[in-house]
């Protein structure tokens, strides 16, 4: 059995418990905390935001790494802990806040560079948090975040797979992501019924591809996605068929040079950057009084 903290002993300590409507489950297996920082690349320099600190097993190895930890906890009880457990680590600031309301523009001009965002996130709020961290771009250097298994590999999948998805495409349009360790249930107390996995992103300097609307292309891969099970035609009519015509969405295909009956999962991000063009020249049209 894998060396574990005694986070029971500390959860007592401070009259506590794990807090099940706040998805509470407290990684305690020294070796994939270990592999975890190990991931993170750290140097001295290195200014990290950990999101979610909880009781701080991951804080106290990131501080030992990198030359500054910002330990975000919104819960009190457990930034009563953070701060006690801490009080004499200078390379430790706690910020009680809500990681999913982050500023991190405003966080990066504070700390005076781009920091490494590294975080263990509640399963029913990861998906909010990883698309602000996306939207932060170029504020943030890296990121490393775990989550549930299944949205890790929504995360990181490619065209032609079942997981492939909106999710994959937001993603890889702004960031270079990859899938790190997978994390059993037992490396947690109390054990949750998942398994989790790291992931890590770099924000892209440039857009993977540029495009006309960026709206219209979020508008697209929600709306076929949705219907995934669609050819991409049928899929595009029940998102654009209102404001376009059956002949406007074959030629938007058509210029890009993609058949009807494809599958959404078909689709490279490039293609459906090139789909959303089409798509967006001809809204444009009807929307300065053309017909479409």
């Known amino acids: 059995m894998a060396e574990q903290l005694n986070v029971k002993a500390l959860l007592r300590k401070h009259g506590l418990r794990p807090k099940k409507s706040?998805?509470?489950?407290?990684?305690?297996?020294?070796?994939?905390?270990?592999?975890?920082?190990?991931?993170?690349?750290?140097?001295?320099?290195d200014v990290v935001v950990e999101l979610g600190a909880g009781l701080?097993?991951?804080?106290?190895?990131?501080a030992r790494q990198a030359g500054r930890v910002v330990a975000v906890e919104r819960d009190r009880d457990l930034a009563r802990v953070l701060r006690s457990e801490f009080a004499a680590d200078p390379r430790v600031e706690l910020?009680?806040?809500?990681?999913?309301?982050?500023?991190?523009?405003a966080l990066r001009q504070r700390l005076g560079r781009r920091p490494v965002v590294v975080g263990n996130l509640p399963y029913h709020m990861a998906s909010q948090i990883v698309f602000q961290l996306v939207?932060?771009?170029?504020?943030?250097?890296?990121?490393?975040?775990?989550?549930?298994?299944?949205?890790?590999?929504?995360?990181?999948?490619?065209?032609?797979?079942?997981s492939y998805g909106a999710m994959?495409?937001?993603?890889?349009?702004?960031?270079?992501?990859?899938?790190?360790l997978e994390v059993p249930p037992e490396a947690f107390l109390p054990a949750?019924?998942?398994?989790?996995?790291?992931?890590?992103?770099?924000?892209?300097?440039?857009?993977l591809v540029e495009v006309r609307d960026a709206?219209?292309?979020?508008?697209?891969i929600r709306g076929v996605f949705s219907q995934r099970r669609k050819q991409i035609f049928n899929g595009l009519k029940a998102t654009f068929g209102r404001e376009l015509s059956a002949d406007a969405i074959e030629e938007a295909l058509q210029e890009a040079g993609l058949?009807?009956?494809?599958?959404?999962?078909?689709?490279?991000?490039?293609?459906?950057?090139?789909?959303?063009?089409?798509?967006?020249?001809?809204?444009?049209?009807?929307?300065?009084?053309?017909?479409q």
Request: glycine content about 6%.
């Open 135 to 162: 939207e932060a771009g170029q504020q943030l250097d890296r990121w490393l975040v775990m989550v549930q298994r299944e949205m890790a590999q929504r995360m990181v999948a490619g065209p032609g797979t079942r």
């Open 215 to 220: 709206a219209v292309l979020d508008r697209l």
């Open 192 to 207: 949750p019924r998942v398994h989790s996995q790291v992931v890590r992103g770099r924000p892209r300097s440039t857009a």
């Open 168 to 180: 994959s495409i937001r993603l890889a349009l702004a960031a270079e992501v990859l899938p790190d």
């Open 259 to 291: 058949l009807p009956q494809l599958r959404p999962e078909q689709l490279a991000v490039e293609q459906f950057a090139g789909l959303a063009d089409a798509l967006a020249a001809r809204l444009e049209l009807v929307q300065t009084g053309g017909h």
């Open 95 to 105: 910020l009680e806040a809500n990681a999913a309301r982050l500023d991190f523009a």
């Open 56 to 62: 701080g097993a991951l804080t106290a190895m990131l």
């Open 22 to 45: 706040w998805s509470q489950n407290f990684l305690v297996d020294l070796d994939v905390l270990d592999r975890i920082v190990e991931a993170a690349e750290l140097r001295a320099d």
